[in-house]
């Protein structure tokens, strides 16, 4: 699954705690060589042969090509490093870790040494000063089982993913309000990515995670695993299709390059799911992504059912229908998105109680289902021309919809025990 649990700063405009974050960790830095003595460790050997001695002072001895800084000296005189397993991203796993002078938790993504973790090491940490975009804190080149490593310390994501946040209201019902400030939350995000020409080409509610469980926690985006710098000199440069079957984009489907459009179109999914609680686009094989669904995706079949979208404001469908165009052309930017009045005026958008968080429980057992099942078609895909015939929902024979009428649960799953590895994934620099 792509659910990277990577703490945090809270509301909407907290920049300055993060500035402040920021100095609390170099002061933190300052404190390293104290360690540097007792941090012997038979698992973490720090730095890269042929490199020298580790710099004291917790000053990096190398600098990726967006500013992350690679300590050479092992994680390990710095960190206690914990079983305990927050999550799994698209590249590594994320363990709990304890800072050895503070005390503080943090969160450690392992990663294979490889171009492509660079490239993530280096997107994220450029990204990563955006109150909602997860921090990067420490970022350690070390040796693990004989494995070169990337060791990325992270601010701690307590509070859970958004979906499974408001299954956990119960009977609280979950308003348009309260989507358009979630909504805003993520666009303001990704506009700072966009503004750095970074796509992240994997929004999705399994990538949105809170800081904490308080009601007020603030929402984040992580998991840079696909993230891709844009070139401005050719702005359809993203060539290689990488996604997440229900939140992929037209274009990423088909042989055509895509840009920073194909976020746009992940968002417009992640609204219409919140709005709702099931996705636009559905399988009528019962798969994450059939050939039909392809297709579907492909011209843009989607429709607002009722009786879910019947108290959903115009405003909301109109800015999905600018989200959800086929064509990267006329899809909305992320400019345009954070200019129309749903996201600009969110705190005066209705505060309609909608069907979502019954959905999402009717749904909670099938839905981690087929969140499994659509991290196995990571993968590049084409579209197959075909004729598509649509089914009226109530005829679909998707079991994602048929779980909506049902309300018997089994419980949920959950990790009792598990060890720290490195994931040994595909190598490519895709």
């Not at 460790?41 to 690679?70: D, I, P, W």
């Not at 000296?73 to 079983?83: A, E, G, K, L, Q």
């Not at 992940?266 to 219409?272: A, L, P, R, T």
């Not at 998105?337 to 057992?365: A, C, R």
């Amino acid at each position: 699954m792509g659910n990277e649990q990577s703490g945090g700063v809270n509301s909407k405009s907290n920049h300055t705690n993060q500035a402040n974050g920021k100095q609390t960790t170099h002061q933190g830095q300052l404190d390293k060589d104290k360690n540097k003595g007792n941090g012997k460790n038979r698992f973490f050997v720090g730095g890269r042969k042929k490199e020298g001695k580790s710099k004291t002072n917790g000053q990096s001895s190398g600098l990726g090509m967006e500013g992350a800084n690679y300590h050479k000296y092992p994680v390990t005189n710095d960190y206690r490093i914990s079983r305990k397993v927050l999550g799994v991203g698209i590249n590594g796993k994320v363990v709990e870790c304890e800072h050895r002078r503070s005390g503080e938790k943090y969160a450690l993504k392992v990663l294979r040494d490889v171009p492509k973790a660079r490239r993530e090491v280096d997107l994220h940490s450029a990204a990563s000063g955006h109150s909602h975009v997860v921090k990067v804190v420490d970022v350690y080149e070390n040796t693990y089982n004989d494995v070169q490593c990337l060791l990325v310390v992270m601010e701690s994501m307590k509070g859970g993913e958004l979906f499974t946040r408001i299954q956990q209201r119960g009977q609280q019902a979950f308003t348009e309000r309260e989507g358009a400030s979630i909504m805003y939350d993520i666009c303001s995000a990704v506009q700072h990515l966009h503004r750095q020409n970074i796509a992240h080409r994997d929004i999705k509610p399994e990538n949105l995670l809170y800081t904490d469980e308080n009601e007020n926690a603030s929402l984040k985006l992580t998991d840079f695993g696909f993230a891709k710098k844009t070139d401005e000199s050719d702005p359809n440069g993203l060539a290689t299709a990488c996604f997440t079957p229900y939140y992929c984009a037209p274009e990423v489907l088909g042989a055509e390059k895509y840009d920073k459009s194909c976020d746009l179109w992940s968002i417009g999914v992640v609204m219409y799911i919140l709005l709702c609680g099931y996705p636009p686009f559905y399988s009528a094989h019962g798969q994450p992504m059939s050939p039909g669904m392809k297709a579907k995706i492909r011209t843009g079949q989607y429709t607002f059912p009722s009786p879910e979208w019947d108290c959903v404001s115009e405003a909301a469908k109109d800015l999905i229908r600018k989200l959800l165009k086929t064509d990267p052309s006329q899809r909305y930017t992320i400019q345009q998105t954070m200019e129309h009045k749903w996201i600009t005026h969110y705190k005066k958008v209705p505060d309609t109680p909608l069907f979502t968080t019954g959905i999402l429980n009717e749904q909670k057992e099938h839905w981690g289902e087929m969140q499994e099942e659509m991290e196995k078609n990571l993968a590049s895909m084409r579209v197959v021309n075909e004729n598509v015939q649509i089914k009226n929902l109530a005829e679909s024979n998707n079991r994602l919809l048929q779980k909506r009428k049902q309300q018997q649960l089994k419980p949920a799953d959950v990790i009792t025990e598990a060890s720290m590895e490195v994931e040994r994934s595909d190598e490519m620099d895709t």
